[in-house]
């Protein structure tokens, strides 16, 4: 038995420091915002390379923060990829502006941007590129589009705590990065909290008004935010936590490369190729190699992957025989993300031009499937994997 994720087996080992933490969060009594979340919020920005950080409740909130600080609202459109979590999309629609889906890349999963361009009208304000996966989107391009259409980019980082681009962390490019310390993310918190970050210091004071009410002066509201708050004791457990993230990261990358090395020997099975990435340039996505009847992902060469999760694509409609298969080696795995953004019931009332052409989120959501690679995974559970995928190739 194999499972997708195992916190415990990060958490416990700390529960000396995660117990010294809460004691010290508890004598405080200081339980919302206060000294934690500004050391937490300084040791981020450090560690990311970013001018500000600031805390919120959660990497949803974070979207919702970034989007308000930006006054993006009513008859406002944001594009962002068909094919990511909810939240993305749905922090669109919760400050009453439109999302528009545009089709991702079949080879690294994120925002393709012939798509997005198409995308674009008179309407829209800005663009969320999602770092799905832990690997960056192709921001170089995003950023020329953003530019010359003047956008505004939100990086959705909530996978992708401390990925680079070109060696820049993900999060620091656009207006604003978003993060998730949702406990199945790389760097988890026990309970929900979130962070976003800016190189802007005016748009970092909207922020930090906004996840208070739109408050700097208590009493005094300049416009509506909301309570997006981060909690003193979770700044302090992540605190605990960030101090061992590199460790975390190079574990992860690890299994990452033992399973490309692994799979990649057996019959039927190929690495992506980098090569064949549509995200910056505008021709039609290769979605299979000849002979090929899985997938696996690749890390590009100017990024560097955090693999929050390693997901491989099961071709010839074989996606859900492949699951049944790792259910009965009581392998852990999942389906990120099954079903599209542009198929989801609550937006079904979008107009045409949000739902169309995203042909390449379809297929994904059809074939990807997600093994376990969580830091703490031991070379012999990995072998465990291995051995019943190659029991399925056979
Ligand atoms: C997890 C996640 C979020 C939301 O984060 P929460 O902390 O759960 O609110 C947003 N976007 C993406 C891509 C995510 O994976």
């Not at 008859?75 to 999302?99: K, L, M, N, Q, Y």
């Not at 992902?297 to 390693?310: C, D, E, F, R, S």
């Not at 790792?326 to 949000?354: N, W």
Request: proline share 5%; net charge negative.
């Amino acid at each position: 038995m194999v499972p997708l994720l195992d916190t415990n087996a990060q958490n416990l080992p700390l529960k000396a420091e995660l117990n010294a933490a809460f004691d010290r969060v508890l004598h405080s009594g200081h339980f919302i915002l206060g000294g934690e979340v500004t050391a937490f919020e300084e040791e981020c920005a450090a560690f990311l390379g970013a001018k500000h950080a600031i805390g919120v409740s959660s990497g949803t909130d974070a979207l919702v923060v970034a989007l308000i600080a930006l006054g993006i609202g009513h008859g406002d459109e944001v594009i962002c990829p068909s094919f990511t979590f909810f939240a993305t999309a749905g922090a669109i629609s919760r400050v009453g502006a439109t999302p528009v889906f545009a089709d991702v890349c079949p080879v690294c999963f994120n925002l393709d941007v012939a798509s997005t361009r198409e995308k674009i009208t008179e309407k829209t304000k800005a663009i969320i590129p999602v770092h799905l996966f832990g690997q960056s989107a192709e921001m170089y391009a995003l950023q020329a589009l953003a530019k010359k259409h003047g956008l505004s980019i939100i990086e959705d980082t909530a996978q992708a705590f401390g990925a680079k681009y070109h060696g820049k962390s993900c999060g620091t490019l656009g207006e604003f990065g978003t993060y998730s310390f949702f406990p199945s993310k790389n760097l988890g918190a026990l309970g929900d909290a979130g962070l976003l970050v800016t190189n802007d210091s005016e748009l970092a004071e909207t922020a930090r008004a906004a996840r208070n009410h739109g408050s700097k002066i208590r009493y005094l509201h300049d416009f509506v935010g909301g309570n997006f708050r981060l909690d003193a004791l979770q700044a302090a457990l992540l605190r605990i936590k960030l101090a061992h993230y590199p460790s975390y990261s190079a574990a992860r990358s690890a299994n990452a490369t033992a399973y490309t090395d692994a799979l990649s020997t057996i019959d039927g099975i190929t690495v992506a190729n980098e090569s064949d990435c549509a995200c910056p340039v505008s021709q039609n996505a290769k979605l299979k190699s000849e002979g090929a009847r899985a997938v696996l992902p690749v890390a590009y060469g100017h990024n560097t992957h955090i693999w929050n999760q390693y997901t491989l694509r099961i071709l010839d409609g074989q996606r859900d025989n492949f699951r049944e298969h790792l259910k009965t080696a009581e392998i852990g795995h999942e389906v990120y993300y099954p079903i599209p953004m542009h198929r989801q019931p609550c937006f079904r009332d979008l107009p045409e031009a949000s739902l169309s052409n995203c042909p390449v989120s379809d297929t994904l959501a059809r074939e990807v499937v997600s093994i376990p690679a969580y830091p703490e995974l031991s070379p012999a559970q990995r072998d465990e994997v291995i051995a019943a995928i190659r029991g399925f190739s056979s």
